[in-house]
């Protein structure tokens, strides 16, 4: 599994929550990983309609309200598929083994409910959901320092 979901969801919050434009070196240095991917997963989230450049003064502007923003959503953008896929199935068992014969509906169909249950879950969670659980532990992290 690639860390495109989280490293979106990280600069999107970056996004949200600053008073001046940030550039794609800014957005790498805070999430751990280069400039380039940044630009790589920013071009995915632009074409989804959920960020825009801001020409002359760079950086990006989110177009999507944080609170109306879904995490479904930027999985989305960021896979360029509708829903999560979390397993694949292998193409090629061998029908004359009775487990080979059944494995892939049974499979099928497991794993399309637990990814249902993803969905779900990511339909309904925002940005600004993760917005506040931030400012709510970093609330915690500063009161447990004062101490």
Excluded at 94 to 110: K, S, T
């Amino acid at each position: 599994m690639d860390t495109k979901f989280s490293v979106a969801i990280h600069i999107l919050i970056l996004i949200a929550r600053s008073e001046k434009p940030m550039s794609s070196e800014q957005l790498a240095q805070s999430a751990g990983t280069n400039a380039s991917y940044v630009r790589k997963i920013a071009a995915l989230l632009k074409k989804a309609s959920i960020i825009e450049s801001r020409r002359g003064v760079g950086g990006f502007a989110l177009r999507v309200p944080e609170q109306q923003l879904s995490l479904y959503a930027i999985y989305c953008a960021v896979n360029e598929k509708s829903g999560a896929q979390l397993f694949d199935i292998h193409q090629n068992p061998n029908d004359r083994c009775v487990v080979g014969r059944h494995i892939q509906p049974v499979l099928a169909a497991e794993f399309a409910t637990v990814e249902q249950a993803l969905n779900d879950a990511l339909q309904q969670k925002t940005l600004a959901d993760c917005i506040l659980e931030i400012q709510e532990r970093e609330k915690d992290y500063e009161s447990s320092r004062i101490k």
